[in-house]
């Protein structure tokens, strides 16, 4: 009775295989001009999808020189072309995966046959698949469905309609793609364990060695896997990553494409993998070194702001050539080391080199006594605290520049007016009510001059001087100008330097901070959150002649065919004319030589002309240095960063502590600087600064 009622069934399956194997061969007979009749709409639309589609490659980010610093990936590939794959490779995946390779029409009769036997059973669709269609059902799921899950479970599905799409799909690429093609396909796109994807990266991370090199053993380990890469993994799987091996080192023997003795030999062998785990680069910029890492977050987060998506930078196989000075980052990296060891319990030093010029800003440096990672015991944050504004404890007097500057430009003072400079001042808030408490100011001492010239002032920093300035100026301009000089983000951000909280009843939290100082004079004294990249452009802006440009980290990128890909790129801006650019820096220029840095500058032996401007927190929690030298322009702040901030203290090494009067900008953020600059410019001629702007001497209004 059993057989009975099978016997339908079963005469029903025959014919349906019949069917399936003349629809599937079809094509093949009549030829390639009627087979585009043949396939469906869908088959179709898939065969362009698998045409168009790109495999994911791997982004290569390097320094301006060309050296590698990171790589950018989702699947960890290296393409390799049929000459690059070693014969035994070859032998290996056909041995075990399609006996019937190089002489079948795209699929096997025989197995489409069995498939169709099994599936009328009422089991799941098994056997059948040649490489050609293994190729097609690997590209669907790992290339063109990549990011939609249930178009790869649709790829998975264990039926015969899943079958007969790849089996009209694989006689395409039969009559089009020869078969070393189809076969270099194949072993590029396949996976092996966990993100390594195709035989170039698969022998570089099991065994160190490239597709062509590889041996009989470690050729049928990896063909070995390709059928199921999590139960054949070598690291968690020994035994039966070993047996499967073997399977396919006797399917060689039986496939005539090994002898007997050598898979005797190669049989008796280890798995021979790297003893540690497979070598697989980093897929982000946590992998980069140590001066580079986070130079590589900042040129991937430009990236993103310029119109890239994250997939292309993971998949694109770019090459991005940055702007990164390998030797400025390495001798920045040793000086900033040296003022703070990497681990030191709470302090952190960032430091940020641009070049100025009229056309970019090219950034050279951006590194930190941290390290860019994720172990807090080593030293690392995942924080990029050298171009975010991250430091929520100001860059201190270091403001003051801006404060000058809009001075300078709307006429209140020139670089000799006379400042009114009496101890214990206080001044009425903008904005203010009869409620509103003065803001009362003190200076860091009793030695200052009163009046006090704002060139004098510049170098010696008192806080009276200018915070009645910034109070006669209006805070509108002090802003607006110090957006214009440089500090896009950072205003942007809000007074913890994070994302404005429109939810938040508490302006310090909800508002940008270029409308939340609109009403503080406490902004020119700098105790607010800013990024030291941000305050290094500041700089640059100011010795390009008051030409203002993006900080740049990128020189080129290169797609994949080696054609160059554009960036796009905001434009340079005039923010101030050139006059009062110069003016400013000529301001700038008496502090390393009778100001707030000139002890440290005679201590490190420094004579070179050049910008500074120091800045001291309240409670030296955090101090800055922004100046700039030849084609340097830089910033150097270091601040409290751990849970438990303190003050700063001077000394070796430079320490979290209660030290009476802590740090200063001069004593603890200018000395890299200057440990960095003598060694960079040492054996080259002094660049002399630019004259001040007559017309920017004295108050105008």
């Known amino acids: 009775m059993q057989l009975s009622r099978n016997v339908p069934r079963f005469l029903g399956s025959c014919a349906l295989a019949g069917v399936l194997v003349a629809g599937v061969l079809a094509p093949v007979a009549m030829g390639a001009g009627v087979l585009s009749n043949q396939v469906s709409d869908s088959v179709d639309g898939i065969s362009a999808s698998l045409a168009t589609s790109q495999q994911p490659l791997v982004t290569t980010v390097t320094d301006r020189d060309g050296n590698p610093i990171a790589t950018l990936f989702d699947q960890y590939r290296v393409p390799v072309a049929y000459n690059q794959i070693a014969p035994t490779m070859t032998a290996a995946i056909v041995s075990v995966e399609d006996r019937r390779f190089w002489s079948e029409g795209g699929v096997d009769p025989k197995g489409m046959v069995r498939a169709a036997l099994h599936d009328s059973s009422g089991g799941s669709t098994q056997g059948g698949s040649t490489i050609t269609q293994q190729y097609v059902k690997n590209y669907l799921i790992n290339v063109v469905d990549r990011g939609d899950k249930a178009a790869q479970y649709a790829d998975k599905a264990d039926t015969l309609a899943r079958k007969l799409r790849e089996a009209k799909i694989a006689v395409q690429l039969g009559q089009s793609e020869s078969k070393e093609d189809i076969l270099t396909g194949y072993l590029d796109v396949v996976e092996f364990a966990g993100n390594i994807y195709g035989v170039g990266a698969a022998a570089h991370a099991y065994f160190h060695t490239t597709p062509d090199k590889l041996n009989v053993q470690q050729a049928a380990l990896l063909a070995g896997m390709v059928n199921n890469p999590n139960a054949y993994n070598p690291y968690k799987y020994p035994q039966e990553a070993l047996n499967r091996r073997n399977t396919v080192i006797d399917d060689m023997v039986t496939n005539r494409m090994l002898a007997e003795k050598d898979a005797e030999i190669a049989k008796a062998s280890p798995l021979g993998v790297l003893e540690n785990g497979p070598d697989i680069p980093s897929s982000t910029c946590l992998g980069a070194p140590d001066d580079a890492g986070f130079f590589c977050a900042y040129a991937e987060n430009y990236l993103l702001q310029a119109g890239f998506t994250a997939d292309q930078l993971e998949t694109g196989g770019y090459t991005i050539k940055t702007t990164m000075d390998p030797a400025v980052a390495q001798t920045v990296k ?239 801006e005039q923010v101030v004319p050139p006059g009062l650019a110069n003016t400013l820096e000529a301001g700038l220029s008496q502090d390393t030589i009778s100001g707030t840095s000139a002890a440290a500058a005679r201590a490190a032996g420094w004579t070179h002309p050049d910008i500074g401007k120091t800045g001291t927190t309240q409670q030296s929690e955090s101090v800055a240095f922004v100046g700039g030298v030849d084609d340097y322009a830089v910033a150097s702040m270091v601040f409290a960063d751990g849970p438990h901030p303190a003050e700063i203290c001077p000394g070796t090494p430079v320490h979290l502590g209660n030290c009476g009067h802590g740090a200063f900008g001069g004593t603890v953020a200018a000395p890299p600087y200057f440990h960095a600059m003598s060694q960079l410019l040492a054996g080259k001629p002094d660049v002399q600064l630019p004259q001040p702007d007559p017309a920017y001497l004295n108050a105008r209004s």
């Not at 909280?501 to 901070?513: A, F, I, K």
């Not at 440009?549 to 054609?563: A, H, V, Y």
Request: with cysteine; aromatic share 6%.
């Open 334 to 572: 040793n000086a900033v080391n040296a003022n703070v060891p990497t681990a030191q319990n709470g302090v952190a030093n960032a430091f940020a080199v641009i070049r100025p010029g009229q056309n970019t800003h090219e950034v050279l440096a951006m590194v930190a006594n941290r390290n860019y990672g994720t172990d807090p015991d080593k030293g690392e944050t995942s924080t990029n605290i050298v171009a975010d504004a991250s430091n929520v404890f100001g860059a201190g007097s270091s403001f003051k520049i801006f404060t000058s500057a809009a001075a300078l430009e709307t006429g209140k003072a020139g670089l000799n007016t006379p400042l009114p400079n009496q101890a214990g001042q206080c001044f009425t808030q903008p904005g203010a009510n009869r409620y509103t408490p003065p803001y009362c100011v003190q200076n860091d001492g009793t030695n200052y001059p009163n009046p006090i010239s704002l060139r004098d002032g510049l170098a010696t920093s008192p806080n009276v001087a200018f915070v009645g300035l910034e109070s006669q100026v209006g805070m509108p301009a002090v802003l607006d100008m110090a957006r214009r000089l440089g500090l896009r983000n950072t205003l942007n951000t809000n007074d913890a330097g994070a994302i404005p909280d429109p939810r938040s009843s508490n302006p310090q939290y909800s508002e940008p901070q270029s409308q939340y100082f609109q009403n503080k004079l406490s902004f020119t004294l700098g105790n607010s959150p800013v990024s030291p990249l941000e305050m290094s452009n500041v700089s640059a802006t100011l010795m390009s002649g008051g030409m203002w440009c993006p900080p740049n980290p990128i020189l080129s990128i290169t797609g994949r065919d080696g054609k160059p890909v554009p960036v796009k790129q905001q434009a340079c």
